[in-house]
């Protein structure tokens, strides 16, 4: 069944579908792919998808489960399928730091005892997820403000909160209101600035004074705030 192989209005009805569709052989090879997939999976069309070694397909991300662990082959659905079982899994497939979150459910066909095809989809719950992220981050973030009157442990750990969460990089400013826009350094207007990756503080200044508060999250997440 390669690319092109269906019948022309079933061609045309994947292509216009909003979710991925692939089919692999029992030796893993994709001998059938939709544009969605291609998108997905980093494909510029189904010919290079299908022409691509299966060994080579996810050589351009990573294939992590839900908890940012990076994911067995043998756990992934398109592979337990091909021992025979109907399978489905979020996953989250990274790229430079970018994760991309796919719903993937996959199925075997099963003639004379073995399975000889396994067909997937492939269905982008990025922004659903990244989305329920931020919601949560929200709540706990409200949490932590309202837990303490140290501010600045206070924004902290809001900061790492942050990472790996929503972000790989958060910084927290607390600024002089009457005199925002003054240049940082000794006798400036930042009095705290936290800056935390990969779960360690890596920067921080003493609080000198009255303050607002800005927070400024970037990264992984794609988010951005400041108040």
Do not use: K
Request: hydrophobic share 40%; charged share 25%.
């Amino acid at each position: 069944m390669p690319a092109g192989a269906t019948s022309p209005p079933l061609d045309e009805a994947l292509a216009l579908a909003a979710v991925g569709f692939l089919v692999q052989d029992a030796s893993r090879r994709v001998v059938y792919a939709n544009g969605e997939a291609c998108r997905l999976l980093g494909f510029p069309d189904p010919g290079a998808l299908v022409a691509t070694p299966p060994d080579q397909i996810g050589a351009q991300f990573e294939t992590l489960d839900e908890s940012g662990a990076a994911l067995p082959e043998d756990q992934r659905p398109w592979r337990r399928a091909l021992a025979g079982e109907t399978a489905e899994r979020t996953l989250r497939l990274r790229t430079e730091g970018r994760d991309r979150w796919i719903h993937m459910t996959s199925r075997p066909r099963v003639r004379e005892g073995r399975v000889d095809l396994v067909a997937s989809t492939l269905a982008d719950v990025t922004e659903r997820r990244e989305a329920e992220a931020g919601q949560r981050f929200l709540a706990e973030a409200g949490r932590l403000l309202a837990s303490s009157l140290d501010y600045p442990a206070t924004l902290a750990n809001v900061a790492r909160l942050a990472v790996p969460t929503l972000a790989d990089w958060c910084s927290v400013e607390l600024v002089d209101p009457i005199q925002p826009d003054a240049p940082a350094g000794p006798g400036g207007t930042i009095l705290l600035e936290v800056a935390v990756e990969g779960g360690g503080d890596v920067a921080g200044d003493h609080v000198r004074g009255p303050v607002d508060a800005a927070v400024g999250v970037v990264g992984g997440g794609g988010i951005a705030a400041r108040d």
